[in-house]
């Protein structure tokens, strides 16, 4: 070993570690550490045990790497490290997916967590108010414009979507306050004041009307900013964002049986699908072709948005991952955990104990059939209440999309509601 050399080449390493926790490094250097150190498929978790696993193979050197890492820890390249090392995700979903559910799983994370929920609800409203809702590419341009700002805690934009106007940036409308932790925390709890406003904003805590300075301030200070929506259309709109560098945003999607969504809509929803329901039943009206349309509209979308993270283009690569919502809801644990682990947020015994308060999952791994049985059955309740001629429907305009989830198709009523043939294929999704 030429010891001479040794000191400036790992000071270099060192630096061009940091440099790929900030994603700027080039394909160049990356070769270059290729040369000097074994590629650690973990850089990820941080470059403090890749020095110390240095240290170990020149000892004589390990007093001046403990300085360096000293030196290091303080400087503000540190600084500028950490805040890259600051996770932002977003939760996509379509409605009745179980989306405030896996929600939640961020939500409980704790103290270092900023979760919003369904901020893009204002923007839908504002948009459908203003146009119809009918230009598909503004609503994606205000979505993506709206997400960026928020996940770098600056909520200008989402504000002039909120009605009435906030006043100062203090508004008692913001849609479900509630649904977020940190907008309830004592620090972004403002004084109740009798007789002003009518009611709490909070459930947990007697708060005023929500001050987004406060709000913003609070988002600054957390390292990890989750938000979860159903209002993206197509995964491709929000690329602007994956390709900031200040966000470098992880992209969850959660997906389910668009049979399922719809037997659970046309319950939560069962005037609109009156209709439905009556020609299921063979009465003499006609299914609204409008509605069969956006159905297979959805079922595009979703696809599409998972065929472009499934196929990992350069610019979604290590961002995406898929979820189904029927893997969630037998395998709730293990599926929190794998989520964490993508996303790099650290899993909390805060999150683990709301998993188990709110769901079986203390059963999951004790191996017991029946009770994995019991919520595979809840999960596929739907089969006994969907009509067989509109599960043909959908069938018919989402099959591909059933396909790709792996979502088995049913060729008559009585394979339907055959218990004993599932209709979910154990499927993996690798995309990292
Ligand atoms: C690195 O060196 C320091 C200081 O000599 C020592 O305390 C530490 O145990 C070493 N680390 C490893 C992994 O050998
Ligand atoms: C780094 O900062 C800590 C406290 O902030 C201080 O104790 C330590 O001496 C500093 N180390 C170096 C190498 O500057
Ligand atoms: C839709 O919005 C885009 C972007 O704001 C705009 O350029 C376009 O003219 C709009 N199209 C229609 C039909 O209004
Ligand atoms: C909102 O919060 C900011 C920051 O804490 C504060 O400066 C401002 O006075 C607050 N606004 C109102 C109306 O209380």
Not at 192 to 198: H, L, P
Not at 269 to 291: H, I, M, P, T
Not at 317 to 325: A, C, W
Request: positive net charge; aromatic residues 10%.
């Amino acid at each position: 070993m030429r010891i001479k050399y040794t000191m400036p080449i790992l000071l270099f390493v060192a630096l061009v570690i940091i440099e790929k926790e900030n994603k700027i490094i080039s394909r160049v250097s990356d070769k270059i550490t290729l040369k000097h150190i074994p590629q650690d498929p973990q850089q990820s978790s941080g470059f403090s045990h890749i020095l110390l696993k240095q240290n170990a193979s020149f000892p004589s050197l390990s007093k001046d790497f403990v300085t360096m890492k000293q030196r290091l820890k303080n400087s503000s390249e540190h600084q500028e490290v950490m805040k890259r090392r600051r996770k932002h995700v977003l939760l996509l979903a379509t409605t009745r997916t179980g989306s405030s559910f896996v929600g939640e799983f961020f939500n409980q994370q704790g103290e270092n967590m900023f979760y919003l929920f369904e901020p893009l609800w204002h923007v839908e409203k504002m948009l459908t108010l203003e146009t119809g809702g009918t230009n598909a590419t503004a609503s994606a341009k205000a979505y993506r414009d709206v997400l960026r700002q928020l996940f770098l805690c600056d909520f200008s934009l989402l504000e002039s979507f909120i009605d009435p106007l906030p006043v100062n940036h203090i508004t008692t409308a913001l849609f479900r306050r509630e649904s977020s932790s940190s907008l309830c925390e004592e620090s972004v709890c403002s004084p109740f004041i009798k007789g002003v406003f009518e009611r709490y904003h909070c459930r947990t805590r007697r708060c005023g009307p929500l001050n987004l300075t406060m709000a913003s301030e609070s988002c600054l200070n957390k390292e990890h900013r989750v938000i979860k929506s159903v209002r993206v259309r197509q995964l491709e709109n929000l690329r602007p964002l994956a390709e900031d560098p200040r966000l470098d945003i992880k992209f969850i999607q959660l997906v389910r049986d668009p049979r399922a969504v719809l037997a659970s809509r046309m319950v939560a929803f069962a005037a609109k699908y009156k209709n439905w329901k009556e020609w299921a039943k063979g009465g003499s009206v006609s299914l609204d072709f409008a509605e069969v349309m956006k159905l297979k509209g959805n079922c595009d979308n979703i696809r599409l948005s998972a065929e472009a993270g499934l196929k990992q283009p350069p610019w979604l690569r290590g961002r995406y991952m898929l979820v189904r919502y029927e893997d969630i809801a037998q395998f709730p644990m293990r599926k929190a955990i794998e989520m964490y682990r993508f996303s790099g947020i650290p899993f909390t015994p805060q999150v683990k104990s709301w998993i188990l308060k709110n769901t079986q999952a203390s059963k999951e791994t004790s191996g017991v059939y029946s009770t994995q049985k019991k919520s595979s059955e809840q999960v596929e309740k739907w089969r006994f209440s969907l009509p067989f001629k509109i599960a043909q429907v959908v069938q018919r305009v989402c099959g591909p999309t059933l396909k790709l989830f792996g979502y088995k198709l049913v060729s008559s009523e009585e394979m339907l509601t055959d218990k004993s043939i599932s209709l979910i294929e154990d499927k993996m999704f690798k995309s990292l």
